[in-house]
C-alpha cells in the first residue's frame, strides 16, 4: 500500500511536465473500451466535469466506445502532448489499464480523485491523490454529487413460448423488437415476472407484492395477458404487445378493457410500436387508466351474473 502521506486532502499541482493552456483530460474505469461502465461511475465522471467547468476549465471526458458523446474522446488516439493535466475519477486506482493510461501521459500534471487507494495504486507515482477511501481516510463519493434528471421506468414483463399456438408464434421476433425499443428510449426498464414462488428471492411471493413493484413504474411493456391486466390494475399505462400473428388473449383482453395500447406481431417492427410507447408516457394515457379498470369491472360484474346463473339450477339457491 502506499505511505499515507499520499492521501491529500486537496489537489496540489505539482506533478510532472505542467503546462498551462493545454487540454485536461478525464477519465476512469469508463474510458476503458473492454471494461465494465457503473453508473456511479459516470455520475462520478459528471461531477468532475461540474467542478473543471465552473472553474472555467478547458476538458474533454476520455469514453468507453459504447457511451462516447460527440463531445467525449478516445484516450488511445489522443495525442499526449495535446494533454496537459489528467484527472483520473472513482473506481480503484490500480491494475493493467491504468498503468497504460497513465503511461500513455506520462507528461501531464496527473490527479485522482474519489478513488480508491490499493495495492498497485503507488506504481502510479508521481500523482496527486484526493482519495474516496485509503489509509486514514474517507470521503464522498464523487457520484453523490452527479447531475441526475428523471428517467421514467419501464416494468418489462415478457411471455413465455406458448406452444398452443402452434405456427402463429411470433415472440422470438416481437421480443426483439422489443429489445430494439427498450434501446432505443429513454426509460429505465426494469425486468419483472409474474410468475411467483415463496423460496426465490428473484421473484415476487404473493401478487400483492407483484402489483406494488409495477405501481412503482411509469409504463409497463408486456407480451403477457396478465403483464396487461396487473399492470392497469396497478394503475399504470401499459404497452401490450401480442406476440401471437394475427391476435390472441392479449388483443381480447385489450378489448374488454378498453385499452387502446396493444399492438400486434405484424405491427412490432413497425413504428406503432414506438409511437405506442410515447403514448404510454403522457397525461392522456395515465387518465385512460381509470376507464379501461371501470370497463373491466363491467364485464367482470357481466361474468359474476353469468357463473352464478350457472350454479343456481344444480345449486338450489335463490340468490
Same mark, same amino acid.
Given at each position: 500500500?502506499?505511505?499515507?502521506?499520499?492521501?491529500?486532502?486537496r489537489i496540489v499541482a505539482t506533478g510532472t511536465g505542467m503546462r498551462r493552456g493545454g487540454l485536461t483530460m478525464v477519465a476512469g474505469w469508463f474510458s476503458f473500451d473492454d471494461a465494465e461502465v457503473t453508473g456511479g461511475d459516470l455520475l462520478a465522471a459528471r461531477t468532475a466535469e461540474r467542478w473543471l467547468r465552473d472553474a472555467g476549465v478547458d476538458h474533454r471526458v476520455a469514453?468507453?466506445?459504447?457511451? !462516447?458523446? &460527440?463531445?467525449?474522446? $478516445?484516450?488511445?488516439?489522443?495525442?499526449?502532448?495535446?494533454?496537459?493535466?489528467?484527472?483520473?475519477?472513482?473506481?480503484?486506482? *490500480?491494475?493493467?489499464?491504468?498503468? *497504460?493510461?497513465? @503511461?500513455?501521459?506520462?507528461?501531464?500534471?496527473?490527479?485522482?480523485?474519489?478513488?480508491?487507494?490499493? @495495492?498497485?495504486?503507488?506504481? /502510479?507515482?508521481?500523482?496527486?491523490?484526493?482519495?474516496?477511501?485509503?489509509?486514514?481516510?474517507?470521503? &464522498? %463519493?464523487?457520484?453523490?454529487?452527479?447531475?441526475?434528471? $428523471?428517467?421514467?421506468? =419501464?416494468?418489462?414483463?415478457?411471455?413465455?413460448?406458448?406452444?398452443?399456438?402452434? @405456427?402463429?408464434?411470433?415472440?422470438?421476433?416481437?421480443?426483439?423488437? /422489443?429489445?430494439?425499443?427498450?434501446?432505443? *428510449?429513454?426509460?429505465?426498464?426494469? +425486468?419483472?415476472?409474474?410468475?411467483?414462488?415463496?423460496?426465490?428471492?428473484?421473484?415476487?411471493?404473493?401478487?400483492?407484492?407483484?402489483?406494488?413493484?409495477?405501481?412503482?413504474?411509469?409504463?409497463?411493456?408486456?407480451?403477457?395477458?396478465?403483464?396487461?391486466?396487473?399492470?392497469? !390494475?396497478?394503475?399504470? +399505462?401499459?404497452?401490450?404487445? @401480442?406476440?401471437?400473428?394475427?391476435?390472441?388473449?392479449?388483443? *381480447?383482453? $385489450?378489448?374488454?378493457?378498453?385499452?387502446?395500447?396493444?399492438?400486434?406481431? %405484424?405491427? &412490432?417492427?413497425? +413504428?406503432? /410500436?414506438?409511437?405506442? /410507447?410515447?403514448?404510454?408516457?403522457?397525461?392522456? $394515457?395515465?387518465?385512460?387508466?381509470?376507464?379501461?379498470? =371501470? =370497463?373491466?369491472?363491467?364485464?367482470?360484474?357481466?361474468?359474476?351474473?353469468?357463473?352464478?346463473? =350457472?350454479?343456481?339450477?344444480?345449486?338450489?339457491?335463490?340468490?
Amino acid at each position: 500500500m502506499p505511505p499515507a502521506g499520499w492521501v491529500h486532502t486537496r489537489i496540489v499541482a505539482t506533478g510532472t511536465g505542467m503546462r498551462r493552456g493545454g487540454l485536461t483530460m478525464v477519465a476512469g474505469w469508463f474510458s476503458f473500451d473492454d471494461a465494465e461502465v457503473t453508473g456511479g461511475d459516470l455520475l462520478a465522471a459528471r461531477t468532475a466535469e461540474r467542478w473543471l467547468r465552473d472553474a472555467g476549465v478547458d476538458h474533454r471526458v476520455a469514453m468507453a466506445a459504447n457511451f !462516447r458523446r &460527440a463531445t467525449d474522446v $478516445a484516450w488511445a488516439e489522443l495525442d499526449p502532448g495535446t494533454v496537459s493535466h489528467l484527472v483520473f475519477v472513482c473506481g480503484p486506482l *490500480a491494475g493493467g489499464p491504468v498503468e *497504460a493510461l497513465f @503511461d500513455r501521459f506520462a507528461a501531464a500534471t496527473r490527479v485522482a480523485a474519489g478513488v480508491s487507494v490499493v @495495492d498497485g495504486t503507488a506504481r /502510479l507515482a508521481p500523482v496527486e491523490l484526493v482519495a474516496r477511501d485509503g489509509p486514514g481516510v474517507a470521503r &464522498a %463519493d464523487l457520484a453523490l454529487g452527479g447531475s441526475l434528471r $428523471a428517467a421514467p421506468v =419501464a416494468g418489462v414483463v415478457r411471455s413465455h413460448d406458448q406452444p398452443e399456438y402452434g @405456427d402463429r408464434q411470433e415472440h422470438a421476433a416481437v421480443h426483439r423488437h /422489443l429489445d430494439r425499443l427498450l434501446l432505443d *428510449a429513454d426509460v429505465a426498464p426494469v +425486468p419483472l415476472d409474474t410468475r411467483l414462488h415463496p423460496g426465490e428471492p428473484h421473484l415476487c411471493a404473493t401478487p400483492d407484492q407483484l402489483v406494488a413493484a409495477m405501481a412503482r413504474c411509469d409504463v409497463i411493456v408486456t407480451t403477457r395477458l396478465h403483464g396487461l391486466v396487473l399492470g392497469l !390494475r396497478a394503475g399504470v +399505462p401499459v404497452l401490450a404487445v @401480442d406476440p401471437v400473428r394475427g391476435g390472441a388473449k392479449v388483443t *381480447a383482453q $385489450a378489448r374488454a378493457l378498453e385499452w387502446p395500447a396493444v399492438v400486434g406481431a %405484424d405491427q &412490432a417492427g413497425s +413504428p406503432a /410500436l414506438d409511437e405506442a /410507447l410515447a403514448w404510454c408516457l403522457t397525461p392522456e $394515457a395515465t387518465g385512460r387508466v381509470t376507464r379501461s379498470i =371501470a =370497463a373491466g369491472m363491467r364485464s367482470l360484474s357481466d361474468s359474476s351474473d353469468r357463473l352464478l346463473a =350457472a350454479l343456481r339450477p344444480s345449486l338450489g339457491g335463490e340468490w
